[in-house]
């Protein structure tokens, strides 16, 4: 069992839902990662979410897109990226960290030495935005040798017979995305996710996660009464962006984690 | 007529490859609009009013057939061979790109979709689709580069006319790319109530196909204009290859004659020897960007390098899948040209013949310069004029120091 199963296996048994926070590797310096990530899992993340910056971030609104230019005037990579991870396993065994970004980094790289990379640094998961299962056969083998799992995405555009299809081949947990639009867009509607998810829990037992739009403590508890667990991105990512010191940086985004967490809690 | 149904063992297949190219590599969100897509054009090749249709606007509103007109002074200047000129530029609104706006134009009005939208590099599939979006009175956004804006003022005026919003695009190298990006995510947000006119044969399938369908109306045409004019097929094609929507739309109706040399003219910028060039094909590697596997400008790392032409319409990191392929099978072969040869053909395309061409056409011209010097007499190449070059004299104009 892989650190994903061994959280979602917890959540379940003492009846709590999982807070998944987003930040992108090496923004807004390199340095800041690995402490994020602690303050992060101090403060009650379950998961980790480490966006791996990339040059033409289709899927992603603005703040996710600032802090990838961030990241990559920085010089941060698919390896570097990695490479974070390896140092905060150093410190933490425990809280599974999942990848989140685009194809071509990884092609770039060779499905094969990516898989061992991160297997070796300790990744759990990954989320690639445009690679639908249609065209993961091979990597999903791939990772399936080094344990990883490949967590795909179910949106509010996808119909039922393909949502079957997509919980049958995904594994970790399923990502639905609550709107129609890019990350950290404003029009989220609380009960048509609900509806959305009430449906794919019919169809999977994988753990349904949700993001996309989450931005308040508020949202994420209204979010939390209906999925397994909620995703909150762009929120940190515009914390983390917007302070003026690493420290500031750091207690602000340990700060807004627990919010987070306790406002799941109180749900 | 060009307008059918494939065979099982004609490419694409169902999922939209060719060979290891191409695919649907997009979010989620777009999965099922891309399938709704597919099927609604589909079932378009099956009916004959849908064609009867798009061959009356072709006629009617874009102005076809095209002629070709041999340029018998550029051709003793340059070289030995005979050179035609497939006139794309006089199309309504200058350029090869309303072929296919005309088409998916139709598809919107039968998914019932009232707002499009496109990206534009060089402003001319921007125009193409403001243009049709006005006579379908559909909201209409054009996404381009902020860079692209302030070479192409013409272009952006025009789609201004035509009552489409021109959205900059201040991102990455606020060039095409850039554009694709964020109309990309307009789509993902709107994609109830909108359809997004790509204008190449580049992103996820189907576009490739369809768009490649929609432009073989230069070929097809072009394959019977040699027959009556000159007799013969011709014995070369050239295009300039920035997506290679007029590249493949003149090239597809040719595959199979097999004695008819293809070449695909990439922008070399400022050189092979530099960085800073917009040609995958010849100075790439595969990888996946906006939808589909192909020939990318990436480093090491995978990350997209920002691309250099002198044209704004050739001006992007990638290109169409099926051009990937045929590159790799050698059916077509692509050669570059620099931005100072492009000049010196787009300088005496209009000194010799009356005809000012488009930059971006004017990279094939070059190619046909070179390639005619090492020709036979009455060697017949055919040169794909895409579009015309008013929008480029402004920044013709600045190169020779002049304020217009």
Sequence with gaps: MNRLATTFNRLRNSGEKGLITFITAGDPTLAATVPALRHMADAGADVLELGVPFTDPEADGASIQRSSERALVNGVTLRKTCEQVA???????????????????????????????????????????NLPPEEADELKSVLERVNIDLILLIAPTTPLERIKTLATSGSGFLYYVSIKGTTGADHLDVSDVERKVASIKKVTDLPVSVGFGIKTPEAAAAIAKVAD??????????????????????????????????????? | MFLRRKGDNELPDSTGHFGPYGGRFVAETLMSALDELT?????????????????????????????????????????????????????????????NTIGQ????????????????GAGQHGVATATVAARLGA???????????????????????LGAHVQSVDSGSKTLKDA??????????????????????????????????????????????????????????????????????LFYPFLNDINVEMIGVEAGGEGMHTTRHAAPLSGGTPGVLHGA??????????????????????????????????????????????DEEALQAFRLLSECEGIVPALESAHALAYATKKSELCDVEDVIVVNLSGRGDKDLESVARLDGVSL
């Design chain 1, 87 to 129: 140092i905060f396993r150093r410190e933490n065994e425990v809280t599974p960290v999942v990848l989140m970004g685009y194809l071509n980094p990884i092609l770039a790289l060779g499905l094969e030495p990516f898989a061992q990379l991160a297997s070796q640094s300790g990744v759990d998961g990954l989320i690639i935005v």
């Design chain 1, 229 to 267: 667990a909620v995703v909150v991105g762009s929120a940190l990512v515009e914390t983390l962006g917007s302070a003026t010191a690493l420290e500031h940086a750091l207690t602000d985004i340990h700060g807004f984690t627990s919010a987070l967490k306790r406002s799941i809690r109180a749900c």
């Design chain 2, 39 to 99: 099927r609604v054009y589909q079932d378009a090749l099956d009916d004959p009013t849908f064609k009867a249709e798009f061959k009356t606007d072709l006629e009617r509103y874009v102005g076809r057939p095209s002629p070709l007109y041999e340029a018998k002074r550029f051709a003793a200047t340059v070289g030995k061979a005979r050179i035609f000129l497939k006139r794309e530029d006089l199309n309504h609104t200058g350029a090869h790109k309303i072929n």
């Design chain 2, 105 to 120: 134009a139709l598809l919107a009005s039968r998914m019932g979709k009232r707002r499009i939208i496109a990206e534009t």
């Design chain 2, 139 to 161: 909201e209409c956004t054009v996404y381009m580069g902020s860079k692209d804006i302030e070479r192409q003022k013409p272009n952006v005026y025009r789609m201004k006319m």
């Design chain 2, 180 to 249: 694709m990006n964020e109309a990309m995510r307009d789509w993902v947000t709107n994609i109830d109530t909108t359809h997004y006119i790509i204008g190449s044969v580049a992103g996820p399938h189907p576009y490739p196909v369809m768009v490649r369908d929609f432009q073989s109306v230069i070929g097809e045409e072009c394959r019977e204009q040699c027959l009556e004019q000159i007799g013969q097929l011709p014995d070369a094609l050239v295009a300039c290859v920035g997506g290679g929507s007029n590249a493949i739309g």
């Design chain 2, 293 to 338: 596997n192909t020939y990318l400008l990436a480093d090491e790392d995978g990350l997209i390098l920002e691309p250099h032409s002198i044209s704004a319409g050739l001006d992007y990191p990638g290109v169409g899948p099926e051009h990937a392929y045929l590159k790799d099978t050698g059916r077509v072969r692509y050669e570059t040209v620099t």
